[in-house]
């Protein structure tokens, strides 16, 4: 099975900053790629599917890409609401695997 | 609007066996993947298994022959039987749909204790 790792685990940004979550599956998934949000206490929320395509209400601020093995979340400028963990996960195939979770929170 | 409403959860004993139900409005079940997904306490996401809109069904190896998903397009329902139940399992049990094997519409999860 694919194994999904996601660095870093954690980080503590400004308000206003940009940044990236990366997610390195160990086999190819094509465009089978997607983020989700989960906020302390809530539902996760699907962010990013097919890589770069954004959900239908989700900021602009947020941003999905790959390059190689590796893909990408970009927050271009860090809000307050968006501290939470936020997780990859494959769906080209079953298992539907998620990554371990990356926690963002504010500095 | 989609509405997923899980039911089923509880304090269950080990070896018990449990049957989680996710009640679908706003789109029907027959025609989206529909995952379940597990959150331990304090813990990340793991996915638990799929129904695919083909009735094909796969689950994690952490549960294969323990669970068992499967639909009911008749009433729109989605269920979880989980059999051999063990302290690894307590866990808020996740439905969620889409149109793809992605989540796009979640439900608010029900809570498994596995306890004695």
């Known amino acids: 099975d694919i194994q999904m790792t996601q660095s870093p685990p954690s980080l503590s940004a400004s308000v206003g900053d940009r940044i990236t979550i990366t997610c390195r599956p160990s086999?190819?998934?094509?465009?089978?790629l997607g983020w989700y949000q989960q906020k302390p206490g809530e539902v996760p929320k699907l962010l990013i599917y097919?890589?770069?395509t954004l959900q239908s209400g989700v900021p602009s601020r947020f941003s999905g890409s790959s390059s190689g093995t590796d893909y990408t979340l970009t927050i271009s400028s860090l809000q307050p609401e968006d501290v939470a963990t936020y997780y990859c996960?494959?769906?080209?195939?079953?298992?539907?695997?998620f990554g371990p979770g990356t926690k963002v929170d504010i500095k | 609007e989609v509405q997923l409403v899980e039911s089923g959860g509880g304090l269950i004993q080990p070896g018990g066996s449990l049957r989680l139900s996710c009640a679908a409005s706003?789109?029907?079940?027959?025609?989206?993947?529909m995952s379940w997904i597990r959150q331990a306490p304090g813990k990340g996401l793991e996915w638990v298994s799929v129904?695919?809109?083909?009735?094909?069904?796969h689950h994690a190896d952490s549960v294969k022959g323990r669970f068992t998903v499967s639909r009911d397009s008749s009433i729109n329902t989605v269920y979880l039987q989980m059999q051999s139940l063990g302290v690894e399992d307590t866990a808020v049990y996740y439905c969620?749909?889409?149109?793809?094997?992605?989540?796009?519409?979640w439900g608010q999860g029900t809570l498994v204790i596995v306890a004695s």
């Open positions: 086999q190819g998934v094509m465009k089978y």
């Open positions: 706003g789109l029907t079940v027959s025609s989206n993947y």
């Open positions: 097919a890589v770069s």
């Open positions: 129904v695919y809109i083909g009735g094909q069904t």
């Open positions: 996960q494959k769906y080209d195939t079953a298992p539907f695997t």
């Open positions: 969620a749909s889409g149109a793809v094997g992605a989540g796009e519409n």
